[in-house]
Protein backbone atom coordinates (compact mmCIF):
# COMPACT_ATOMS: atom_id res chain seq x y z
CA UNK A 1 0.00 0.00 0.00
CA UNK A 2 1.78 3.31 -1.09
CA UNK A 3 0.89 6.77 -1.52
CA UNK A 4 -3.08 8.38 -1.52
CA UNK A 5 -3.68 4.77 -1.15
CA UNK A 6 -2.33 4.12 2.35
CA UNK A 7 -3.86 7.00 2.99
CA UNK A 8 -7.25 6.32 2.68
CA UNK A 9 -7.22 2.69 4.03
CA UNK A 10 -5.32 3.82 7.06
CA UNK A 11 -7.88 6.24 7.38
CA UNK A 12 -9.47 3.04 8.98
CA UNK A 13 -7.13 0.44 9.88
CA UNK A 14 -6.77 0.31 13.51
CA UNK A 15 -8.47 2.80 14.58
CA UNK A 16 -11.42 3.45 16.83
CA UNK A 17 -14.01 5.05 15.61
CA UNK A 18 -17.66 6.46 17.02
CA UNK A 19 -20.43 7.76 15.14
CA UNK A 20 -23.29 9.80 17.36
CA UNK A 21 -26.68 10.69 15.80
CA UNK A 22 -28.95 13.75 16.27
CA UNK A 23 -32.00 14.86 15.47
CA UNK A 24 -32.32 18.50 14.07
CA UNK A 25 -33.12 20.30 17.71
CA UNK A 26 -29.64 19.01 18.55
CA UNK A 27 -31.31 16.00 20.78
CA UNK A 28 -28.65 12.46 20.92
CA UNK A 29 -30.81 9.83 19.28
CA UNK A 30 -28.38 7.02 19.28
CA UNK A 31 -24.39 5.85 18.67
CA UNK A 32 -22.64 3.36 17.03
CA UNK A 33 -19.33 2.24 17.51
CA UNK A 34 -16.59 0.89 14.84
CA UNK A 35 -13.28 -1.18 16.04
CA UNK A 36 -11.33 -2.00 12.95
CA UNK A 37 -8.38 -4.85 12.81
CA UNK A 38 -5.47 -4.02 10.88
CA UNK A 39 -5.50 -4.14 7.10
CA UNK A 40 -4.67 -7.55 5.71
CA UNK A 41 -4.17 -8.73 2.21
CA UNK A 42 -5.68 -11.59 0.91
CA UNK A 43 -5.86 -12.87 -2.62
CA UNK A 44 -5.47 -9.48 -4.29
CA UNK A 45 -7.86 -7.55 -2.07
CA UNK A 46 -7.39 -5.74 0.84
CA UNK A 47 -9.96 -6.73 4.39
CA UNK A 48 -10.70 -4.89 7.25
CA UNK A 49 -12.37 -6.82 10.21
CA UNK A 50 -15.15 -4.03 11.55
CA UNK A 51 -16.82 -4.63 14.87
CA UNK A 52 -19.57 -2.90 15.12
CA UNK A 53 -21.97 -2.11 18.63
CA UNK A 54 -25.20 -0.70 18.79
CA UNK A 55 -25.61 1.90 21.75
CA UNK A 56 -29.98 3.31 22.14
CA UNK A 57 -30.99 6.84 23.38
CA UNK A 58 -29.74 5.82 27.07
CA UNK A 59 -26.47 4.76 25.32
CA UNK A 60 -26.96 1.05 26.41
CA UNK A 61 -25.46 -1.87 24.08
CA UNK A 62 -28.25 -3.21 21.78
CA UNK A 63 -26.25 -5.18 19.16
CA UNK A 64 -22.33 -6.39 18.47
CA UNK A 65 -21.22 -7.71 14.83
CA UNK A 66 -18.41 -8.01 13.06
CA UNK A 67 -18.63 -7.42 9.30
CA UNK A 68 -15.67 -7.82 6.58
CA UNK A 69 -15.07 -5.15 4.36
CA UNK A 70 -13.42 -5.77 1.43
CA UNK A 71 -11.81 -3.25 -1.47
CA UNK A 72 -9.79 -3.29 -4.19
CA UNK A 73 -6.75 -1.94 -3.56
CA UNK A 74 -6.65 0.88 -6.38
CA UNK A 75 -10.13 1.25 -5.25
CA UNK A 76 -10.10 1.93 -1.74
CA UNK A 77 -12.55 3.30 0.18
CA UNK A 78 -13.20 4.70 3.51
CA UNK A 79 -16.98 5.28 2.73
CA UNK A 80 -17.92 2.09 4.48
CA UNK A 81 -17.38 3.87 7.94
CA UNK A 82 -19.60 6.70 7.71
CA UNK A 83 -22.12 4.79 6.84
CA UNK A 84 -24.02 1.33 7.54
CA UNK A 85 -24.06 -0.42 4.04
CA UNK A 86 -24.50 -3.88 5.34
CA UNK A 87 -27.38 -5.29 7.53
CA UNK A 88 -25.98 -6.99 11.14
CA UNK A 89 -26.08 -10.61 10.12
CA UNK A 90 -24.28 -10.05 6.76
CA UNK A 91 -20.58 -11.63 7.69
CA UNK A 92 -19.19 -10.32 4.26
CA UNK A 93 -20.00 -7.03 1.55
CA UNK A 94 -17.74 -6.48 -1.15
CA UNK A 95 -18.07 -3.14 -1.58
CA UNK A 96 -17.09 -2.22 -5.65
CA UNK A 97 -16.50 1.46 -6.29
CA UNK A 98 -15.86 3.02 -9.84
CA UNK A 99 -14.05 6.77 -9.19
CA UNK A 100 -11.30 8.74 -11.06
CA UNK A 101 -10.09 10.27 -8.86
CA UNK A 102 -11.30 8.63 -5.21
CA UNK A 103 -7.73 8.42 -4.18
CA UNK A 104 -6.88 12.03 -3.86
CA UNK A 105 -9.75 12.46 -1.36
CA UNK A 106 -7.58 13.32 1.55
CA UNK A 107 -5.04 15.75 -0.95
CA UNK A 108 -5.25 19.06 0.03
CA UNK A 109 -3.65 20.33 -3.42
CA UNK A 110 -5.94 18.58 -5.10
CA UNK A 111 -9.44 19.11 -3.79
CA UNK A 112 -11.58 18.38 -6.82
CA UNK A 113 -15.53 17.31 -7.12
CA UNK A 114 -15.59 13.34 -6.74
CA UNK A 115 -17.91 10.93 -8.20
CA UNK A 116 -18.30 7.56 -6.91
CA UNK A 117 -20.78 4.88 -7.98
CA UNK A 118 -20.53 2.18 -5.33
CA UNK A 119 -22.19 -1.40 -5.66
CA UNK A 120 -22.75 -4.52 -3.51
CA UNK A 121 -21.91 -7.96 -4.04
CA UNK A 122 -24.25 -9.05 -1.68
CA UNK A 123 -27.48 -7.47 -3.64
CA UNK A 124 -28.21 -6.02 -0.13
CA UNK A 125 -31.68 -3.89 -0.19
CA UNK A 126 -30.97 -2.28 2.75
CA UNK A 127 -30.02 2.22 3.34
CA UNK A 128 -28.53 2.47 0.28
CA UNK A 129 -29.89 -0.31 -1.74
CA UNK A 130 -27.73 -1.73 -4.24
CA UNK A 131 -26.14 0.52 -5.92
CA UNK A 132 -25.61 4.35 -5.01
CA UNK A 133 -23.80 7.28 -6.99
CA UNK A 134 -22.31 10.06 -4.51
CA UNK A 135 -20.97 13.88 -5.58
CA UNK A 136 -18.46 15.06 -3.20
CA UNK A 137 -18.50 18.45 -4.32
CA UNK A 138 -17.99 22.29 -3.28
CA UNK A 139 -14.54 21.35 -1.24
CA UNK A 140 -12.54 23.99 0.45
CA UNK A 141 -9.67 23.47 2.71
CA UNK A 142 -8.48 25.36 5.95
CA UNK A 143 -5.35 25.12 7.29
CA UNK A 144 -4.79 25.55 10.79
CA UNK A 145 -2.23 24.99 13.53
CA UNK A 146 -3.56 21.93 14.81
CA UNK A 147 -5.13 20.46 12.00
CA UNK A 148 -6.64 20.75 8.01
CA UNK A 149 -10.04 21.32 8.40
CA UNK A 150 -12.10 20.24 4.56
CA UNK A 151 -15.78 21.67 4.26
CA UNK A 152 -17.72 20.29 1.15
CA UNK A 153 -21.18 19.28 0.15
CA UNK A 154 -22.16 15.43 -0.67
CA UNK A 155 -25.15 14.00 -2.56
CA UNK A 156 -25.82 10.41 -2.65
CA UNK A 157 -28.99 8.75 -4.64
CA UNK A 158 -29.32 5.07 -3.81
CA UNK A 159 -30.44 2.35 -6.60
CA UNK A 160 -32.41 -0.42 -5.78
CA UNK A 161 -33.27 -2.56 -9.70
CA UNK A 162 -32.59 0.62 -11.52
CA UNK A 163 -34.95 3.01 -9.67
CA UNK A 164 -33.79 5.63 -7.29
CA UNK A 165 -35.07 4.97 -3.81
CA UNK A 166 -33.79 7.61 -1.41
CA UNK A 167 -31.42 10.60 -2.32
CA UNK A 168 -29.55 12.32 0.78
CA UNK A 169 -27.43 15.60 0.70
CA UNK A 170 -25.20 16.23 3.46
CA UNK A 171 -23.02 19.77 4.51
CA UNK A 172 -19.99 18.19 5.83
CA UNK A 173 -17.07 19.46 7.49
CA UNK A 174 -14.05 17.24 8.46
CA UNK A 175 -10.32 17.63 10.45
CA UNK A 176 -7.56 15.85 10.10
CA UNK A 177 -4.87 16.08 11.92
CA UNK A 178 -0.96 17.38 10.82
CA UNK A 179 -0.09 13.88 10.07
CA UNK A 180 -3.23 13.21 7.38
CA UNK A 181 -5.44 11.59 9.51
CA UNK A 182 -9.41 11.62 10.14
CA UNK A 183 -9.72 12.68 13.69
CA UNK A 184 -13.68 14.21 13.05
CA UNK A 185 -16.17 14.52 10.85
CA UNK A 186 -19.79 16.01 10.78
CA UNK A 187 -22.38 15.34 8.60
CA UNK A 188 -25.62 17.78 8.43
CA UNK A 189 -28.53 16.98 6.33
CA UNK A 190 -31.09 19.47 4.97
CA UNK A 191 -33.22 19.64 8.01
CA UNK A 192 -30.38 20.22 10.68
CA UNK A 193 -30.17 16.66 11.90
CA UNK A 194 -26.53 15.33 11.83
CA UNK A 195 -24.26 12.41 12.75
CA UNK A 196 -21.04 13.07 14.03
CA UNK A 197 -17.48 10.94 13.67
CA UNK A 198 -14.55 10.61 16.24
CA UNK A 199 -11.52 9.11 15.03
CA UNK A 200 -9.14 7.37 17.54
Given amino acids: MTGQTEMLIGQISGRFVIRENFDEKGAFLNKQTFEAGKTIEKNGYYEIEVITELFDKEKKSTNKYTTTYRCKPDEASIMVMAFPFSKPKSKETEINTTSKNFKELYDLNILEDIELEMSFDSGLLNFFGSKS ?58 DNSYFTMTYK
Fill in 133 to 190: MIKIYNRESEVGQDNNNIKSKINIKAYALGIRIMQLNYTVNEKLNLNGLLSFQRFTEE
